[in-house]
Each structure stands twice: as structure tokens, then as C-alpha cells.
């Protein structure tokens, strides 16, 4: 079966940097798009990055410039390196498939970010 597992999280300064962390496995993970996606408390969950199995990339404006998402298909790992970390970035971050599934979202790594 699916499983996402992330990792990375935690608390950091505005202008600090962060690098999220995605082990996917229950499925062929290099003949998918993946995605990085976060939910801030009362909002809607957003994709933010996503990257297809040949490495072309993707990013919403909010962050476009602050991060970049990478995947490593031998290791069925997707990455979120996020730089320029802002307080309106803090969320709880999710990877996926591109589009996602119906029914499967993994735990979530959350990032705070605060001074």
C-alpha cells in the first residue's frame, strides 16, 4: 500500500532554511509527479512544488525563488529545500503524488516559523 512518510520539520527564525524530507514507497515512485503541498491553520492545503520523474520542476509564486524540490528516484525520496523562511510559511507539509489521491495523505512534517 501508499506510504508517505515526512520528515524535516521544526522551528526556525524568518530567514532561516529548512529541508523537508519524503520516503515514498507502496508504488512505482519514479513514474509519478510528486509534490510538496502545506496547510496553515484555517486554509485550504496547496501544492507548492512539484516535480515530474524526468526532474522538470514547478513552483507556486509564493515560493518560487525560496525553494526548490528535488527527488531522488533510487531512494523513492522527494525533497523540499526551503530558504528565505518567512512567518506566513509556517504550515504543516505534506508530500503527494501530482494530483494527489482521494484517500491517502501521510502524517505531515510541520514548520514553524518564528522568532
Known amino acids: 500500500q501508499v506510504q508517505l512518510v515526512e520528515s524535516g520539520g521544526g522551528l526556525v527564525q524568518p530567514g532561516g532554511s529548512l529541508r523537508l524530507s519524503c520516503a515514498a514507497s507502496g508504488f512505482t515512485f519514479s513514474s509519478y509527479a510528486m509534490g510538496w503541498y502545506r496547510q496553515a491553520p484555517g486554509k485550504q492545503r496547496e501544492l507548492l512544488a512539484h516535480i515530474i520523474s524526468g526532474g522538470s520542476t514547478n513552483y507556486a509564486g509564493s515560493v518560487k525563488g525560496r525553494f526548490t524540490i528535488s527527488r531522488d528516484n533510487a531512494k523513492n525520496t522527494v525533497y523540499l529545500q526551503m530558504n528565505g523562511l518567512k512567518p506566513e510559511d509556517t504550515a504543516v507539509y505534506y508530500c503527494?503524488?501530482?494530483?494527489?489521491?482521494?484517500?491517502?495523505w501521510g502524517q505531515g512534517t510541520q514548520v514553524t516559523v518564528s522568532s
Open positions: 503527494n503524488k501530482v494530483p494527489p489521491p482521494p484517500n491517502y
